[in-house]
């Protein structure tokens, strides 16, 4: 039997207060993937990084390892009972929505999105011809919150409305950085964040369920709509009869979630990246400009952009949404030689795998060539999880190339993005996303010939 790695009580709590990103990545490249176990006083998780134990966790022995105990309730007070949920409510909402998310249908969708798009980037001609930069996490977020929430509710909900959303999941998602850290602290003890979570959850709820109400008295039959609520309305009548609005609803917020929050927060770290090199943006720009060629964007082009999605791969490399992934053992197993009790906490860090230099050369450098073809097939499946693994696989990472493509070919095509000045980012102190803790600014100077038409 192996004996975990352990990081004693006196080190991990002030590396964990100063940064839990970075310094839980830490941990586990230290010990080149080995199992580490964190000691936290009452509470001693177990950290898992090698791509083996990743696949085990994932994939082979995934019915033992399931998302539960203290690190979901922070965001199960948000998510309920749906696809990011175990059990009954995960296989239900698994089978309604895995075929609204495939390949085929999300190219279905894309037309829609890339004039929602193309519309939202020329807004910022204002802000190019004035020479005004950029607030781009609120640009970003506004323009993936618009495309996704058309592609969720479709003509009913007002523009002023959805832009009410992402505030309110962005204060979700950074608020429940001390519940994240600290677990086992009584959900009777009020903590740091828990006024704001519980205040933003209430809003998402307030704005979403008149939505729902609104499509089902519509009574939309067609089972050709594209519009996510109403397939959702159909299928669950579908299957059980009756549609449970609250449940629809935890379907919605989890959809949500992952296509819009996600999205936005990789984005926000891909302009500093392309700041830092510049031979990097150069080849982006180059080929945007030949494939596009002046004209709109639109979805065909996604796919003759190979360097684009190198660029994407790359960015959920280093930068990946779900820097923590959490799950609670079922019965006693071993995982890497190590045994493990039932009930255990045990951390997926995609943060931590996808720096281990074994499966990573130079991990800590940005490489889109790393994903030319002939190197990347021969990389263990396991090394590359910025969207899970296995039957919990993110159902959204056909959405998420698709729709963060058509936002960055928009923006190269109008216009010349550059940062204003150098700006280091460093991830913010905890949240349910990777998302950077500084204001970051985009100039954008504009292209006189698109400007013009």
Known sequence: MTKPEVVPFYRAIPRLVRNPVTELARMGTDAAGRVVRLDLGPFRPYLISHPDHVQQVFKTDWTNFVRAGMFWQPLQ??????????????????????PLFTARYTATLAEDMADIIAERIVELDDFALAGRPIDVEHQMTSIVNQAVINLLFGGRITRDTAERLAPEFATCASSIGFRMLFPSVPYSI????????????????????????????????????????????TARLEQGGQADLRQIRDDLVNIYGAASENTAMSLMWLWAVLHDHPEVNARLQEEIDRVIGGGPVRPSHVAEMPYLRMVLQELVRVYPSAWVVPRQTVADTEIGGVRIKAGSQVLISPYATHRLEEFWPRPEEFDPERWANEKAGSRHRYSFIPFGAGPHVCLGQHLFYIEASLLIANLFTRYRPALPYPQKLTPVLGGATLRPKEKLFLQLHPIERNLAA
Do not use: Y
Not at 77 to 98: D, F, N, T, V
């Open 77 to 98: 007070r948000l998510i309920g009972q749906s696809i990011m949920g175990e059990g009954e409510a995960w296989e239900s909402a698994r089978k309604i929505l895995q």
């Open 190 to 233: 009020r903590v740091p964040g828990d006024r704001a979570f519980l205040r933003s959850t209430r809003k998402i709820h307030e704005i979403i369920n008149p939505l729902i109400e609104r499509a089902q008295r519509e009574n939309i039959e067609s089972k050709e709509t594209k519009e996510v609520v109403s397939a959702l309305l």
